[in-house]
């Protein structure tokens, strides 16, 4: 495209001088001139022609100056807009006015026509800079604006009410929250009945950051909750799962996953642990354990892997709490990790608490711990509290 300049300038004699020197890059189409005879006519060109890149301006003119002109100009807030001011070569208090207020650069009359040119690729030079520039900032806008819309849509997956429509839903107290370190995360949770008496639930991390992983995730959860629905086991379920997410994996991603079947009935839980991190058991009487289990490999590495089921017995009053790594991994700025005994012992001082407690006073001691620290995974709870 050609570089559009704007002349202004009331002594005629300038469009000729202009329009000849530059003759053969006005007609390669790399130059486009517009003249004007005074800042008035100046404005009214720039509003009919807004990507004009380069004001070529005398100071000294009648109506309005080049120097009114330029505190025009100023006012547009077109950093991709130069002004080159033209006076007399002993005029230089206007010249330094004209610098000292934004000009990009300045030339004496008579204009050494060489010059101008080389100040002319100069200003060119920094114009495409600018507009480079420009260019990628409204395209992070953009992506910008898609992650926001991006994270709506991943946190409208995410069960936000805890309250079950089931008969004996008076009998748990269920609470989660995902606290993403990006705009978009690679963790969740979930839970979601199974039959009349039978919650399936969910808690899992995926590999890697950002957009991937968050597609990646809404996959995992969309099959997880379409396979356990069908009232599968959990190693029929993790299994199906598995071998379904390694026909369709990509750049080696995969899914560490603990999925239970909780029975609101008698407080049984059927489990099966991908890879995940063992969860705790919060007691009635305020005690504290991991949960025994075996690591089966996680989902989305290899297909054709066999899953072991296991139980647990929740009595009145247990807590299963369940979490990512993002809770025990969380650094502060010295690089220490919350660790797996402090949780333990936070969650020693919780007795009777319920499951939403439970989760904001890990997630408080958390931000506690990292003291400002950035954030550098998802934090993730889900636990399941038997009343």
Do not use: W
Request: proline share 3%; glycine share 6%.
């Amino acid at each position: 495209m050609a570089v559009k300049i704007l002349s202004v300038d009331d002594e005629t004699d300038l469009e000729l001088l202009l329009t000849q020197y530059f003759r053969r890059k006005i007609r390669k189409g790399e130059y486009e001139f517009f003249f004007a005879h005074n800042g008035l006519e100046a404005l009214q060109i720039l509003l009919k022609n807004p990507d004009i890149a380069i004001i070529l301006s005398d100071i000294n003119m009648p109506e309005m100056d080049g120097l009114t002109l330029l505190a025009k100009v100023n006012e547009m807030r077109n950093p991709s807009l130069k002004c080159i001011m033209v006076s007399a070569y002993g005029d230089m208090d206007n010249i330094r006015h004209a610098m000292n207020n934004g000009a990009f650069d300045f030339a004496t009359k008579p204009i050494d026509l060489d010059d101008l040119q080389i100040t002319i690729d100069k200003a060119v030079e920094q114009i495409e800079y600018i507009r480079s520039a420009q260019k990628e900032h409204a395209t992070l806008v953009d992506i910008q604006s898609d992650l926001s819309v991006a994270r709506e849509i991943q946190q409208g997956i995410l069960p936000r009410n805890f309250d079950l429509k089931m008969a004996d839903a008076g009998k748990v107290d269920i609470y989660a929250s995902m606290l993403a370190a990006k705009d978009v995360g690679g963790d969740f949770y979930d839970f979601f009945p199974i039959d009349d008496h039978r919650i399936g639930f969910t808690i899992a991390d995926v590999s890697g950051k950002g957009v991937p992983a968050s597609i990646f995730m809404a996959v995992s959860h969309t099959l997880i909750k379409a396979i356990g629905t069908r009232a599968q086991s959990p190693d029929e379920c993790m299994k199906t799962v598995n071998d379904m997410l390694c026909d369709e994996s990509v750049n080696s991603m995969f899914v560490t996953v603990f999925y239970g079947i909780y029975d609101l009935q008698t407080g049984l839980v059927e489990f099966t642990n991908a890879g995940h991190n063992p969860p705790f058991i919060l007691h009635a009487d305020g005690s504290v354990e991991m949960l025994k289990c075996s690591c089966n490999l996680v989902l989305g590495a290899m297909g054709g892997m066999p899953y072991n089921k296991e139980t647990l017995q929740l009595n009145d009053g247990d807590a299963l709490v369940m979490y990512t790594d993002g809770v025990t991994e969380a650094e502060d700025k010295d690089h220490g990790q919350f660790g797996e005994d402090r949780l333990a012992a936070v969650l020693a001082e919780l007795k009777g608490a319920s499951s939403k407690q439970i989760v904001d006073t890990i997630n408080a001691k958390v931000i506690e711990f990292v003291d400002g620290a950035p954030q550098s995974d998802d934090i993730t709870q889900l636990v399941i509290r038997r009343k």
